[in-house]
């Protein structure tokens, strides 16, 4: 019973309920209804009581919204716009280089016509193959890595200490690094004659720990894969790509050829019609001839890089499978000069990094002398690789080197964003062909126009 009586009150709760549902629906409708009369009443009532003059003010208004063309907005080159969409200008930029460098091209032609001789230097080896002592500083540079490997040898078995080690290693350096300049200046020829210097194989895929390493197979390795720093166990690829092989073989040949034929037709007259002004000290001339060498050597250092950095180091670590293909990163877009030295040459910037910079630091030197000893050091270098061949000491290629220490400060300090990258490719495009005009008049001086004026005396 008791249960009926809940049954029946909750029934009756929800008659009840839905009752007053219902009747509140009917209010809102009927209030809902008698606005609406109300909007249309009011509207008719402004309607009878509208002007002509209303009536023409609201029709031109509607007619200004129809026609209306103008809006609050920026130009599109403002900063403010957040216009970014510079395709067409880039397109701009590449059909003018090329037609401006059309120009240089058939002005070259037709005044020195077609001097491109690709037998011109094989028939420079041919001629004298013995006044080139490269090929026998190859088969000596056996001598120092055999070294090295033996002292490591006596280091892993004890029988030497760690600090004659250390004292043998640095003097095997230190022969690695002054033997191959003295031969080069002191001595005219030491080529006994053609030989060909192989390698000695890969390795395999086996894990391997230290000693195990220290084999002639391992070192012999580790000297023809394109890298400065030596690991144990190095990432290797699954297989030889051979066309990737043959496609980075295709390009080594091509664009060496080219590079040759650029130097050949476009930058040899150049230099030579340099030499004048130089001895004149003409200097309005002197920076015609710089800017007009400026383009073909720029072009030749770009060519060179892919060549070397892309074709030849990949046909290398395919060739040998190894796996580290970061040759090079972005340095195109470097805001800052010390990014593009840590960018542009990764083999170099990692064995700096890895052998020089951090050992420093460790040692307590601060980043700042560290930075600068690293700059030394390769300024050293550069003058290393181009004085002992040319066998004259100028500076030019070591004091190019430092003075990127305050270019470097400069662009950083002042110079953001594009501005820095701007900064960046001029010194690249402008500071070469200086170098390269320095070394080229001296040279002229030292072996031509002496040679002139013993001949005349």
């Keep these: 019973m008791g249960d009926r009586s809940e049954k029946g009150s909750g029934k009756h709760k929800r008659r009840t309920t839905i009752a007053g549902d219902a009747a509140r629906a009917h209010q809102v409708k009927r209030g809902g209804a008698e606005t609406l009369r109300g909007q249309v009443k009011e509207k008719e009532k402004e309607q009878r009581h509208e002007t002509p003059a209303n009536k023409h003010n609201n029709h031109r208004d509607a007619g200004d919204d129809a026609f209306s063309c103008h809006k609050l907005q920026e130009s599109l080159l403002s900063s403010n716009s957040g216009y970014s969409n510079y395709r067409g200008v880039l397109n701009w930029c590449v059909v003018m280089l090329v037609l401006s460098n059309a120009r240089l091209v058939l002005e070259n032609l037709i005044k020195y016509g077609v001097l ?98 220290l084999t002639h197979r391992d070192i012999y390795y580790f000297i023809f894969v394109p890298t400065l720093c030596y690991e144990l166990n190095f990432p290797r690829s699954p297989r030889i790509r051979k066309r990737f092989l043959l496609r980075r073989l295709l390009e080594m040949v091509f664009l060496m050829q080219l590079i040759l034929g650029l130097i050949q ?77 840590s960018n542009w040459n990764i083999p170099v910037h990692k064995w700096c990094l890895r052998h020089f910079y951090k050992p420093m630091l460790v040692k307590g030197v601060n980043k700042l002398g560290a930075q600068l000893a690293v700059f030394f050091l390769s300024a050293f270098f550069h003058e290393y690789l181009v004085s002992v061949p040319l066998k004259m000491f100028r500076l030019w290629a070591f004091l190019g080197m430092m003075a990127q220490i305050p270019l470097a400060y400069f662009v950083g300090r002042f110079l953001r964003g594009n501005y820095g990258n701007a900064a960046v490719w001029m010194s690249l495009i402008i500071g070469q062909p200086i170098a390269v005009l320095m070394y080229v ?5 030292l072996h031509y126009e002496s040679a002139a004026e013993s001949t005349a005396a």
């Design 116 to 213: 491109v001789d690709p037998i011109q230097i094989i028939s420079l080896f041919l001629k004298d193959p013995y006044s080139w002592p490269a090929l026998c500083l190859i088969i000596v540079s056996n001598v120092f890595i055999m070294a090295a490997l033996y002292i490591e040898r006596k280091l892993s078995v004890g029988s030497i200490s760690e600090g004659t080690g250390t004292f043998l290693h640095c003097i095997n350096l230190a022969a690695l690094l002054f033997v191959p300049a003295g031969t080069v200046l002191i001595l005219t020829s030491i080529t006994p004659g053609p030989s060909v210097h192989k390698a000695n194989g890969t390795t395999g895929y086996t894990h391997v720990i230290y000693p195990a390493n």
């Design 265 to 341: 037709q476009w930058m040899v007259p150049t230099i030579q019609n340099s030499m004048k002004p130089f001895q004149d000290m003409d200097f309005s001339r002197i920076v015609e001839r710089l800017l007009k060498l400026a383009v073909p050597n720029h072009f030749i250092w770009l060519i060179f890089f892919y060549w070397y950095f892309h074709s030849s180091m990949n046909f290398v670590a395919e060739l040998m499978q190894f796996g580290d293909r970061e040759f090079y990163r972005d340095w195109w877009n470097s805001e800052t000069i010390p990014y593009f030295w």
């Design 441 to 445: 008049h001296d040279y002229y001086v």
